[in-house]
């Protein structure tokens, strides 16, 4: 899918087009939305948000990074200075390579929630899987600052940690706050320097 972001944009540039925020370029250089129903693909699969194409994300044919990839064996070979080499090819994190030269997710990895891209979806712990938004018998509430509405809950939960504004703020807030300690520190040595001095000046 992120590949399919640098698409995009290189189709609106050679269409010479600016789409609106949500919408893609297609290939008769019409801006179009997002589909606004699709039906869920089921465990493995992404979906692609204006087609509704369902898209593989547990497997995929794995490919050289350098070289070019042999017809009869799953190996790349590689040109060099001194000749060409053998290496199998690589796959992305969390994949391993398969005997028909795929690569596959690893087990630890299936059940690991993905964004859904459809409208009306989110990602079902249950299922593994996008699922359709329920129906919720009670309306969307209005949730504490730490907390956001959950369609899949129909409930509000906790914001998830990946707040970089909120990070931020804590380290400044946290350095602001050593700071201070550090102006508390210096003052109160100050006052005692200042309080030796008149013991001094009494004892004379």
Known sequence: MK???RAEKEAQSECDVDCERGQKVDENCVCIDKAEECTPCGVGFMQDPWSCECINYYNYDAECKWGDKQDDACMCNIETWFGT???EPR???GFELQDGCSCALKEEWLCKPIKCHAQNQGWSEEKCACDVFPVCETEELECA???RWDKMACACAEKKRG???GRKGGKKG???DKRGESD???SDEKDRSESDDME???DL
Do not use: A, P, T, V
């Open 91 to 93: 796959c992305k994190k």
């Open 163 to 165: 707040d970089r504004k």
């Open 145 to 147: 600052d730490e907390e």
């Open 200 to 202: 001094s000046d009494d």
């Open 3 to 5: 590949g399919g972001k």
């Open 85 to 87: 080499w053998e290496k």
């Open 184 to 186: 508390d520190d210096d």
């Open 174 to 176: 946290k350095r602001d």
